[in-house]
C-alpha cells in the first residue's frame, strides 16, 4: 500500500495521498508543517569533520599528464606549474621533475591536475602535444601507469 505525501492543505498540514486518491488528513503519520516555524533540529553530529570536495577527487593517475623535455634543454618543476597555471588557470596540484642524478639534466616528469577533465582539456584531443615554455620544448601525453618500467622510478 503505497502512500504519497502532499504539503498543500489550506490549514498548514501536511495531507497524505492513498494509492486510489483517498485523502488521509490525520497527523498520525506525518508531522505538521507551518512556513514560519524555522528547522531547529538536526541528525548531523556537531563533531563530523566539514565536508571539503578536493578530498574526494578521482586517482592521482587519472588526473596526470606526462611530460618530456629534450635533452640539454630541462625545465624546473616551477617554470612548468607556472605555464599550465598561466594558460589554463589554477589547476595544477604538483609537479614532479625526475632527477636521477645532480650533475644530469631531468628528462621527464610528471604533473598532477586537480581535475580528472584537465589532461583532456591540454591535450585537445591529440596523443601528445607539443608546448614552448621559455623557449624550450616540452612534450606532454597523457598518463600511462602500466608504462612504469622500474619501480624504483615511482615517484
Same mark, same amino acid.
Given at each position: 500500500?503505497?502512500?504519497?505525501?502532499?504539503?498543500?492543505?489550506?490549514?498548514?498540514?501536511?495531507?497524505?495521498?492513498?494509492?486510489?486518491?483517498?485523502?488521509?488528513?490525520?497527523?498520525?503519520?506525518?508531522?505538521?508543517?507551518?512556513?514560519?516555524?524555522?528547522?531547529?533540529?538536526?541528525?548531523?553530529?556537531?563533531? @563530523? @569533520?566539514?565536508?571539503?570536495?578536493?578530498?574526494?577527487?578521482?586517482?592521482?593517475?587519472?588526473?596526470?599528464?606526462?611530460?618530456?623535455?629534450?635533452?640539454?634543454?630541462?625545465?624546473?618543476?616551477?617554470?612548468?606549474?607556472?605555464?599550465?597555471?598561466?594558460?589554463?588557470?589554477?589547476?595544477?596540484?604538483?609537479?614532479?621533475?625526475?632527477?636521477?642524478?645532480?650533475?644530469?639534466?631531468?628528462?621527464?616528469?610528471?604533473?598532477?591536475?586537480?581535475?580528472?577533465?584537465?589532461? @583532456?582539456?591540454?591535450?585537445?584531443?591529440?596523443?601528445?602535444?607539443?608546448?614552448?615554455?621559455?623557449?624550450?620544448?616540452?612534450?606532454?601525453?597523457?598518463?600511462?601507469?602500466?608504462?612504469?618500467?622500474?619501480?624504483?622510478?615511482?615517484?
Amino acid at each position: 500500500m503505497e502512500q504519497k505525501r502532499e504539503a498543500g492543505s489550506s490549514n498548514g498540514e501536511a495531507v497524505v495521498v492513498g494509492p486510489e486518491g483517498s485523502v488521509d488528513q490525520s497527523n498520525e503519520s506525518v508531522a505538521s508543517v507551518d512556513s514560519s516555524s524555522a528547522v531547529t533540529e538536526s541528525n548531523l553530529s556537531p563533531y @563530523a @569533520a566539514e565536508w571539503e570536495p578536493f578530498y574526494y577527487k578521482a586517482p592521482e593517475d587519472d588526473r596526470c599528464c606526462f611530460i618530456t623535455f629534450s635533452n640539454g634543454f630541462p625545465l624546473t618543476e616551477d617554470q612548468i606549474m607556472d605555464f599550465f597555471n598561466e594558460r589554463f588557470g589554477s589547476c595544477v596540484e604538483r609537479v614532479y621533475v625526475h632527477c636521477p642524478h645532480p650533475w644530469e639534466d631531468p628528462l621527464f616528469g610528471k604533473v598532477v591536475f586537480n581535475s580528472v577533465l584537465m589532461p @583532456a582539456i591540454v591535450l585537445r584531443g591529440q596523443g601528445q602535444v607539443k608546448f614552448k615554455i621559455d623557449r624550450r620544448p616540452l612534450w606532454c601525453k597523457r598518463f600511462d601507469r602500466g608504462k612504469r618500467r622500474n619501480p624504483a622510478l615511482i615517484y
